[in-house]
């Protein structure tokens, strides 16, 4: 990695931890090592979603247990497995606000709840769509501005058959393209994928340790470089490779 990176970041998501089958935890760990041993450090590492598997209590306890482990400042999304069994209720309890707002400065994070209490699908809704954006009309027009949610707003390569697309997905994308939104991070499809719209560049995360992954794409999380001259480049970390895969490289003048 080269030396000119002013802003690194990790983003990762679908780690579906739980004591009850589905969770890979030799990769979780493996995961956890790896970006404990990133230099330069990450300055934030986002998880988008589906933190637990189930959203039930010894989900949630294990997976504080598991996130400990992380070292570095960690924010979370909730993704539509964490809403399940009123899961909600515990998410916020454990691990802070369904929405949030995270200013480091030069760097603005605007995390956002688009799943919807046992529903696979998700939606941000006309409260959530205003509340964004809100904040990013007034957010400086010289910070690092990204969203995190779980659901996608496009529909993914290779995932299978497309049906959790956010619903309002077409305003949320007006929205975002309008505000000149440096990045959206998503998961929930369990598989990476990097892609610019105008001034945006929409990031999905595969899944980090969960047993539902897709073909041979494996377990990955990815490394967001915001380089001294405002460009940035995104890699894809295979876990247990540990290879990463260029996933996009964008010039300073598409996120001014």
Known sequence: MSSDVR???????DTHISPYGQFVEETFDEAVRQINALDP????????GDLTDNGVLPDYEYALEKIKLIEGDLVIAPGNHDERNYGQSLFREMIGGLDREVDLGDLRLYVMNSPEPDRDEGRLGRRRQELLNNRLRKAPRDV????????????VPHSGRETNVLEDAGEVLDNVLK????LVLMGHRHVGRALRIEDTIL???????SIRTRGRLGHTFNIIDVMEDGSIRIYERDIKKLEDRVKGEYSAKTHT
């Open 179 to 182: 505000y000149k939104v440096d």
């Open 203 to 209: 990031l999905n995360a595969g899944t980090a340790s």
């Open 41 to 48: 450090s990450p300055k934030l590492i986002i998880h988008t």
């Open 144 to 155: 690092l501005k990204i969203v995190a949610f779980h659901h996608h707003l496009v529909p």
């Open 7 to 13: 802003v690194r970041l990790v983003h990762l998501s």
